[in-house]
């Protein structure tokens, strides 16, 4: 069982910047394809970007060229840098695990999840 703790959400000005951290009780590297998702109330959740075992990055076109998801294997820690944050951004993020080395931006793909961590874009 993974067990998956995010943090780093806040209250941010549009323009602004966070960077989210996903902490996993498993060993991360090589392992498994990991992801970033977000839900804004009312919506449904949302595939913002994802990391394959082999190192493949995938980011949704709402946030292409301003998030930046990475991983720390000797912390087998993910994360996700966010920046020119606008209001639309504002949801609550969830880390994802897949279970197997490869996914896509389907949240169906995943097995474990964590409990999620809120970011709210406003002036």
């Known amino acids: 069982q993974v067990q998956l703790v995010e943090s780093g959400g806040g209250s941010v000005q549009p323009g602004g910047s966070l960077r989210l951290s996903c902490a996993s009780s498993?060993?991360?590297?090589?392992?498994?394809?990991m992801a970033w998702f977000r839900q804004a109330p009312g919506k449904e959740r949302e595939g913002v970007a994802r990391i394959t075992a082999y190192g493949t990055r995938v980011y949704a076109d709402s946030v292409k060229g301003r998030f930046t998801i990475s991983q720390d294997n000797a912390k087998n820690t993910l994360y996700l840098q966010m920046n020119s944050l606008k209001p639309e951004d504002t949801a609550m993020y969830y880390c994802?695990?897949?279970?197997?080395?490869?996914?896509?931006?389907?949240?169906?793909?995943?097995?474990?999840w964590g409990q999620g961590t809120q970011v709210t874009v406003s002036s």
């Open positions: 498993a060993i991360i590297a090589g392992r498994y394809c």
């Open positions: 994802a695990d897949a279970g197997k080395t490869y996914c896509t931006l389907w949240w169906g793909d995943f097995d474990y």
